[in-house]
């Protein structure tokens, strides 16, 4: 399920099934029978046909594939865009909503990617000593949906399931770095800077100088960022089957860390990164299941 290269109209609860004249499909039977039963089962089906379409879907052509009469679909594609769950793009189609995509994200900790990455991020957890975080892109921010804790004293506040923005942290840098340009500029001028610390990038153009540096060494660093006295250095994880960008990281203290320190990470995260990919494409891609 992916949102990559859209443009989003947020909290648009205007009337759906405004894409041309509301008149020009033939009216529909009120009491046609519905393939699910009751409103949450109405609701859903609508969800689960905008969720799974491989191209954003306009109110005719949802009313074209379900049963439900023109008046209760208008009903259910206003809830959902109400509940957040479906957004509206500006040429009236529908895509997954943001809210829906934080629930998906919190369910990662049980879901395939996190059980394919396991060993890998135990693995770096056990050559550093420090903190690894395993995230996944949702829009603007990083979800994180593994992490194992250093054994040092001072630990991380960061936990499995909350989100984090992508500019002002290393694993956020490292998945932007893997978006087509246009899309990651895009996505870098929609962000609302706030300077977390002195060191915060806090426009587009800091953060976009800095991804092209990422781009060409496969390594984003967190340079006491997004909190004072906390470094990072990760790299981006993508699965283009399933239209999946997560990353990888080691997080510490900076004063726990030197410049050598760093350079070994950076091997390490590079390598991590790499063997969850090259595990993901058996474990995750569509042939897998056949």
Request: proline content about 4%.
């Amino acid at each position: 399920m992916s949102v990559e290269g859209h443009t989003y109209q947020h909290n648009v609860v205007g009337a759906p099934g405004t894409d041309g004249d509301p008149c020009e499909d033939s009216p529909r039977d009120e009491h046609a029978p519905s393939r699910s039963t009751g409103t949450l089962g109405k609701a859903l089906e609508v969800l689960d046909m905008i969720a799974l379409s491989e191209q954003p879907l306009r109110f005719t052509d949802i009313l074209r594939q379900t049963d439900q009469p023109r008046g209760t679909l208008h009903r259910q594609i206003k809830n959902l865009l109400e509940e957040g769950l479906i957004c509206q793009n500006a040429d009236q189609s529908y895509i997954p909503g943001l809210r829906l995509l934080k629930l998906a994200a919190r369910a990662w900790s049980q879901n395939s990617f996190r059980l394919i990455a396991e060993s890998h991020v135990r693995s770096l957890h056990a050559a550093t000593g420090e903190t690894v975080h395993l995230g996944v892109m949702n829009d603007l921010e990083v979800i994180y949906v593994d992490k194992l804790e250093t054994r040092q004293s001072v630990r991380m506040h960061s936990q499995v399931g909350n989100a984090s923005p992508l500019y002002c942290t290393g694993i956020g840098k490292a998945m932007m770095a893997l978006l087509p340009r246009e899309e990651c500029v895009a996505r870098a001028r929609r962000i609302s800077y706030k300077r977390h610390t002195a060191a915060t990038l806090y426009t587009p153009e800091l953060l976009l100088g800095e991804i092209e540096i990422i781009r060409e060494t496969g390594i984003a660093h967190d340079r006491e960022e997004h909190e004072p006295g906390i470094r990072c250095v990760a790299a981006g994880i993508n699965n283009t089957d399933i239209d999946l960008i997560g990353g990888v990281s080691v997080t510490a203290p900076a004063y726990r860390i030197d410049d050598k320190t760093v350079e070994n990470w950076q091997h390490l995260v590079r390598e991590a990164a790499a063997a969850i990919e090259l595990d993901m494409r058996s474990g995750l891609g569509p042939r897998s299941h056949e």
